[in-house]
């Protein structure tokens, strides 16, 4: 995805709501290895923002799991972090392509 300022590239970090977390790990095929608790996800999730990935800035991607699990359903994707990448992209795609030129 490009930054709309500067059309430099930038990292898409998905941003999960705690309340809808434990629904995160019962439909995440992957959700064993991944995090304790909201809490650490969290505390990581805010570090990757500050710093970015290899000098790329982040961006939070809000989400909603339910129109995670929908999108995955419709696309034919099991829940995974390979889905929730492309999930995220997808939203920035459209969310961009609402804001326009």
């Known amino acids: 995805m490009k930054s709309d300022e500067k059309n430099e590239p930038i990292i898409g970090i ?7 977390w ?3 790990l019962e439909i995440s095929e992957d959700a064993g290895g991944q995090y304790d608790n909201y809490d650490d996800w969290l505390a990581d999730a805010q570090k990757t923002l500050a710093g970015g990935a290899n000098g790329i800035p982040g961006q939070k991607v809000d989400l909603d799991v339910e129109e995670l699990l929908a999108w995955c359903t419709d696309k034919g994707l099991r ?16 969310r961009d392509s609402a804001l326009g030129p």
């Not at 998905?14 to 809808?20: F, I, L, N, T, V």
């Open 14 to 20: 998905a941003w999960w709501r705690r309340d809808q």
């Open 22 to 24: 434990e629904r995160l």
């Open 79 to 94: 829940v995974n972090g390979q889905a929730r990448a492309q999930y995220v992209v997808e939203v920035m795609r459209l």
